[in-house]
């Protein structure tokens, strides 16, 4: 007889801050739902990560349930997956406090977007912000993670975590699976539309970047807007030409054509054709999510249904490591 065989484990998460973007949708969120059938996926609204900056509570209500809204309406399937909030499985905070005493200060202090988190908001440089990355350690090892799908701005974090769990592994055994990251071939880091040598960021202001509820009137605006040269030359030349290198890259993301066929269909015709034909391929891609999205965030007994029952099966999975984690430190329960 055959046996069935184990998948491997998915885990990832987004920030219910601000809307998404689509930074987010290229980097993560569409990768998520190609995994989707060949793994055994946990995809997760990190809200205890957005505690690391003030938000408005009601503000912050309605950002978690948009960006679950998001991933169903984007068609992650949540019985295939295990769609939840990261608070509601208390074992992410447990994990964090355990990680962090195997985790050491100037690691820390070495990550970039805690520098650049701290440069801007210098009036809040909390201790939650500087040990971010071992929650985002925990929320990945707590899964005994294979593969963590992410965009090329969390490598620095997912590189940590790998060494958290080597180092844990180290002194216990073999506690943590250490898991590898997945990034997108095109797209791993899609740049702002103003300043396209920085990253595309839903923090930053409206006209740098396109979120993905964007209607299809303000997604033909902010492109037809967005940073080019004045060469007037489709090529593909990051360094030299970085407006047009990011723009050729959304394309190419979202069409699957190569660097080298855009070129060729669309050089020397005025960046006016090639910026619609970029439009073009976006509408096409976040129209459907977005009547889906319409739909699916009115129905609030099928979004509770979704957290609810993720976060029981989620917990389900969790409680095995924590119960193998507090076996090797030492610490309770033990049978007396
Ligand atoms: P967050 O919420 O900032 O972003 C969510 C995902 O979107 C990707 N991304 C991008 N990809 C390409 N181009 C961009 N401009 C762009 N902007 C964002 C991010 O790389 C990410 O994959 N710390 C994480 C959330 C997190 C997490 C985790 C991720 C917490 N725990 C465990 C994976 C595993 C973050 O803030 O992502």
Redesign the pocket.
């Known amino acids: 007889m055959e046996q069935a065989v184990q998948k491997q484990r998915i885990?990832?998460?987004?920030?219910p801050?601000g809307n998404?973007?689509?930074?987010?949708y290229?980097?993560?969120?569409r990768n998520f739902g190609i995994l989707q059938d060949e793994y055994d996926c946990l995809y997760?609204i990190?809200d205890l990560?957005a505690l690391t900056v003030r938000q408005n509570p009601a503000e912050l209500r309605k950002a978690c349930l948009r960006t679950m809204s998001i991933f169903l309406a984007s068609g992650l399937d949540p019985e295939k997956n295990i769609i939840y909030f990261?608070s509601q499985v208390p074992a992410h905070a447990e994990l964090s406090w355990v990680l962090n005493c195997y985790t050491y200060m100037g690691e820390m202090s070495r990550m970039t977007?805690f520098k650049d988190k701290s440069a801007k908001h210098a009036d809040n440089i909390n201790c939650g912000l500087f040990t971010?990355?071992v929650?985002?350690a925990a929320?990945?090892l707590l899964y005994q993670?294979n593969l963590?799908?992410?965009?090329?701005?969390?490598k620095q974090?997912?590189e940590i975590?790998r060494d958290i769990a080597e180092r844990f592994n180290g002194v216990y055994g073999d506690v943590f699976v250490v898991p590898d990251g997945y990034f997108?071939k095109v797209?791993?880091?899609?740049?702002s539309l103003q300043e396209p040598t920085r990253?595309?960021?839903?923090s930053d202001p409206e006209d740098t970047?396109i979120a993905i509820l964007d209607k299809p009137d303000i997604i033909r605006k902010k492109l037809r807007r967005a940073v080019t040269d004045s060469e007037n030359s489709v090529v593909f030349d990051p360094e030299n030409k970085p407006g047009v290198a990011n723009l050729m890259s959304i394309l190419s993301a979202l069409s699957g054509m190569s660097m080298e066929e855009i070129t060729a269909q669309y050089d020397g015709q005025g960046y006016g054709k090639f910026k619609d034909a970029v439009a073009d391929s976006v509408i096409a891609t976040l129209e459907p999510i977005q009547k889906r999205y319409e739909e699916i965030s009115a129905d609030k007994a099928y979004l509770q249904q979704v957290m609810d029952s993720g976060s029981e099966r989620a917990s389900a999975i969790a409680h095995k490591t924590m119960l193998k984690v507090r076996k090797k430190l030492g610490i309770a329960p033990w049978k007396l």
């Open positions: 885990f990832s998460g987004i920030q801050t998404l973007t689509l930074g987010n290229i980097g993560a969120l997760s990190v990560h990261q977007q971010y990355p929650l985002m929320d990945i993670t963590v799908p992410i965009g090329a701005d969390q974090h997912l975590a997108p797209g791993a880091r899609v740049m990253k595309m960021s839903k970047y």
